[in-house]
């Protein structure tokens, strides 16, 4: 396989390594990744994620078994074993359904690379293709919220929703992030804010209950949010905590855009009901962990429910920002949706 560099994933020298994202942002650590078990592992804890990453982190652990002389069997199983790992983020499915389809010939050895090495590449095209069509949404001055972690280090290109915000800044609009810290597991306190100081865009992080004054306040021009799977109708599921916010933005008149690339798309889906909802450890939601130890502050045995994800009803969103064009309401209704490829 070719060298494949991203900002938290790299196929180099003949290793997978991926980027610890929580120990960021106080700790750079890699970790060299061979097995499956070690993958899954990675995928689980949260050190692999965001939803592109995560499909793109176990296609290289496969190419590389693939290329380390791995069987047609072996290969197999591992796709069925990454793709169990978790259940909402559909690019993972994809990524491993294009695996599947390239095991089925008789050089499945070279085609599972290939394969790898396509996926990566149209990654990358498709983030920068989405977010300078978001960023053309973007007005001079603008105030915009965002939620949980969609840059490069989710991504192997330049992020979806914060692909957009980096491409309006990087056009010269004078812009300003309000950053959700994204309880519980704070991937916007942690990884957003860590990358808007690396690309010097001007932000501010506020705890996630905070939006509903700073909407009422006047203080926030736009939404943009990223996307683990978007049905056929234009529902889509994103980091818990999404929902909240479009129901704010729906209240207070502000637009509220999703960006996806077309691999976060499930058209097979036919609504947000049908959408997978991840349900994690309650000792998430009981405390907080990191590279700086960790804390647990609720009584010990409380009941904790801890949805990973919430889904945002259609009806909410004013524009879906895939690679291929932005959908209105009117659209997506039409089912503009189902024909994009
Ligand atoms: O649980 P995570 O951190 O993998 O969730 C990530 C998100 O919800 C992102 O908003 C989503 O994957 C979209 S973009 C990269």
Redesign the pocket.
Known sequence: MKELIARSLKYQQGVVSVLD?YLLPHQEVWHECRTVAEMAELILT?KV??????GLAATLLVAYLAEQGADKAALAQAIDELEAT?PT?V?LMHCMGKLRGALQATDFASQVVATAEMLFEEDIALCERMANLGAELVKQGDNILT?????AL??AGI???LGVIHQAHAAGKDIHVWVDETRP?L?GGRLTAYELACWDIPYTLICDNMAASLMAAGKVDKIF????RIAANGDFA??VG?YNLAVLAKHHNIPFYV??PVT?LDVVCPNGKAIPI?ERNPLEVTGVSGSFGSCQWAPQNAKVFNP??DVTPAELVMGWVLDTGVYDQHAVAQGALLHVS
């Open positions: 994202q949260l994620r965001g939803a592109p990453l995560i978790r983020a690019n939620h949980c972690n969609t840059g989710a991504t992020g979806t929703a597991l991937q949010v990223g996307a683990d994103n980091k999404t960006v996806a976060t991840e990973a994800f």
